[in-house]
């Protein structure tokens, strides 16, 4: 499933990262030191069983499937939350992100962060903004990978612990009176949306709005009333204006008036596609994608979480959709190209990356 040799074309590829959780890039390594570091109780005698135990196949949803023994992917990456404390972990988190990408030639990222996450075990709000600052510093200065953050709502955690999170951040924000720190840029929403679609948050995206941030929200693929997700997102949020991207989504192709609102209104789809790779066979699942690129549905491709799911990154999903959609070159640079003009990065750094891809398109 995700075997692929990564070929010398998507490694040298100029990339664009526009739907990765900073939290799901918690290597066992860094888990490991931190645990030691913090005492933090591991339920893992050894590194290697820590190892280990990222090798699990996760139920996909318990409230849909029932219990079968297993975690849900979303308890094993709250429960590698746990080790980070202290604004040093954060930093550090970050700062081996920010390598990693370097290396698989990421130019632009904009990572989610889930701050009710750490601020519910206790860490205080500056340790985890602060870190990240630090390390949106340090990592264009020494990575030279540039990056815009992005605030998640914990959908399944309450409206108002929510908004009240946003609150303590918004000094950290990008906000249009001049006066925020800069971190980040966009609220988003995560975690579980059983049952919590969209439109619950509907306060949290004025607020951001109103502080000129940008909005996106994740549909989760095959959730409970998936498709009622979307549509929320496409034409209801935000007043009825729609949501300015949606990151997963890919249950819009299982209705047209979906698949036509996204197009009209110019709303791009973050795909993960390792992550749909665990559950739907390779047969069903890329010509969904082909079919979205087909009708001109904006896409880009993503790694969403993957410390959690077999270290696959950007440049594992790119190789997927380039082998299994039958993708040329080309298309592998518009998909890029794409994920610039979907991303809310400065002019200047777009224009950069756009020329880069150019470059990049005559020389391959
Ligand atoms: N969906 C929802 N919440 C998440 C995800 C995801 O893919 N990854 C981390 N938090
Ligand atoms: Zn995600």
Sequence with gaps: ???????PFIAALPKVELHIHIEGTLTPALRW????????PLPYETYSELVDSYKVTYNHRRELNGDNGAPTFLETYFAGCQVLCTEDDFYELAMDYFRKAAEMNVRYVEPFFDIQAHTKRGVAAEAVLDGFLRAQRDGAERCDVRSNWIFCFLRDESVESGLEAYRTARPWATTKDGKGKGLFHAVGLASNEYDRPPLLFEEGFRLAKEDGLHVTMHCDVDQKDAVDHVHEAIFQVCAGQGTERIDHGLNAIDRPDLMQGLKERNIGLTLCPHAYHRRQATETLFPKIRKLWD????ICINSDDP??????WIDGNMMKVYEYCRFSEGDM??????????SWAED????????????FAVSS
């Design 333 to 342: 640079i518009q998909l890029v190209r794409n994920a610039v003009e979907m």
């Design 33 to 40: 030191k931190l645990a030691h570091r913090n005492n933090i």
């Design 307 to 312: 410390t959690y799911m077999h270290n696959v």
């Design 348 to 359: 200047e750094v777009k224009q950069e990356i756009l020329k880069e891809l150019e470059e």
């Design 295 to 298: 009708e001109g549905v904006k």
């Design 1 to 7: 499933m995700n075997g692929l040799e990564i070929s």
